[in-house]
């Protein structure tokens, strides 16, 4: 019955800043890991980023530097900043919430596009 939707998405150019937003409703079970994944056309699914109830964060090294994540335990939702966009950051993000682990109890968000442009 959990609801995860996402927001944030967009087309900017490189170099550019966009943030998503990932919100969970019906529930008031408190997760444990929140995490973004992305997709490119044609490439696998990449874990991006993953940050813990303690606020303990992991990130690619692709984005390290360049991306944030963040958390509001009180709205569950989980947040990506991203700075200094690049064309190879284009792709489908989705959000992924775990009661326990990432993988246990965990929920899916609906994907948003980011778009970044040369």
């Known amino acids: 019955q959990v609801q995860v939707v996402e927001s944030g998405g967009g087309l900017v150019q490189a170099g550019g800043s966009l943030r998503l937003s990932c919100a969970a409703s019906?529930?008031?079970?408190?997760?444990?890991?929140m995490a973004w994944y992305r997709q490119a056309t044609g490439m696998q699914r990449e874990l991006v980023a993953t940050?813990?109830?303690?606020?303990?964060?992991t990130y690619a090294d692709s984005v390290k530097g360049r991306f944030t994540i963040s958390r509001d335990n009180a709205q569950n939702t989980v947040y990506l900043q991203m700075t200094s966009l690049k064309p190879e950051d284009t792709a489908v993000y989705y959000c992924?919430?775990?009661?326990?682990?990432?993988?246990?109890?965990?929920?899916w968000g609906q994907g948003t596009q980011v778009t970044v442009s040369s």
């Open positions: 019906g529930t008031i079970f408190r997760f444990n890991v």
């Open positions: 992924r919430f775990g009661r326990y682990s990432l993988t246990h109890y965990d929920y």
């Open positions: 940050i813990t109830s303690g606020s303990a964060t």
